[in-house]
T-cell receptor
Framework: AAGVIQSPRHLIKEKRETATLKCYPIPRHDTVYWYQQGPGQDPQFLISFYEKMQSDKGSIPDRFSAQQFSDYHSELNMSSLELGDSALYFC??????????????FGPGTRLTVL | DAKTTQPNSMESNEEEPVHLPCNHSTISGTDYIHWYRQLPSQGPEYVIHGLTSNVNNRMASLAIAEDRKSSTLILHRATLRDAAVYYCILRDGGSGGSNYKLTFGKGTLLTVNP
């Protein structure tokens, strides 16, 4: 079965540089979530999109922005990178059917290292 | 989202049952109880969810206390592949489609011994 695709899988950037992470949800899934997991930490919700509109926002720095495109893929743009942004970034997708129990399917993650 | 409390770690032997507890004393009437797990170097993976009644699926069983203030995830026969961090998460079922995020707390690290 098709899974959530994230690219790139690994990314190395210098401080103050910009990074773009991409997420391709499972076909027919129209909701995308972004999570950040720092070293030894638990995943933390960043932002979500439903039908190309931002639906919820968590502890996402102002330096980060995201959007969902017409084909439902999503991109997380990170500017002025800091050492503390080094983390695993997970994308998840789900198909909302009007209830809150739809499971989220997670991608393999993008490991971002800021030097 | 209401908070959950889980033991930091648990240990099991292969092919034995495992009972992973979760306390959620401040759960509201519309909160669903979800369990996800994260295997090493992988993204989280859905395990099971429930509201009031006990639930079974191919991966596990979920036993929910009558007062809903606690629940237990049951792995009937642990395998080495079940070694992971298990997260118990409450999701508000009354907030509509815009609030389906998962709020991960400190999960339980399950070690399975061969």
């Amino acid at each position: 079965a098709a899974g959530v695709i994230q690219s790139p899988r690994h990314l190395i950037k210098e401080k103050r540089e910009t990074a773009t992470l991409k997420c391709y949800p499972i076909p027919r899934h129209d909701t995308v979530y972004w999570y950040q997991q720092g070293p030894g930490q638990d995943p933390q919700f960043l932002i979500s999109f439903y039908e190309k509109m931002q639906s919820d926002k968590g502890s996402i720095p102002d330096r980060f922005s995201a959007q969902q495109f017409s084909d439902y893929h999503s991109e997380l743009n990170m500017s002025s990178l800091e050492l503390g942004d080094s983390a695993l970034y997970f994308c998840a997708s789900s198909y909302p059917s009007g209830s809150s129990y739809n499971e989220q399917f997670f991608g393999p993650g993008t490991r971002l290292t800021v030097l | 989202d209401a908070k959950t409390t889980q033991p930091n770690s648990m240990e099991s032997n292969e092919e034995e049952p495992v009972h992973l507890p979760c306390n959620h004393s401040t759960i509201s009437g519309t909160d669903y109880i979800h369990w996800y797990r994260q295997l090493p170097s992988q993204g989280p993976e859905y395990v099971i969810h429930g509201l009031t009644s006990n639930v079974n699926n191919r991966m596990a069983s979920l036993a929910i206390a009558e007062d809903r203030k606690s629940s237990t995830l049951i792995l009937h026969r642990a395998t080495l592949r079940d070694a992971a961090v298990y997260y118990c998460i409450l999701r508000d079922g009354g907030s509509g489609g815009s609030n389906y995020k998962l709020t991960f707390g400190k999960g339980t690290l399950l070690t399975v011994n061969p």
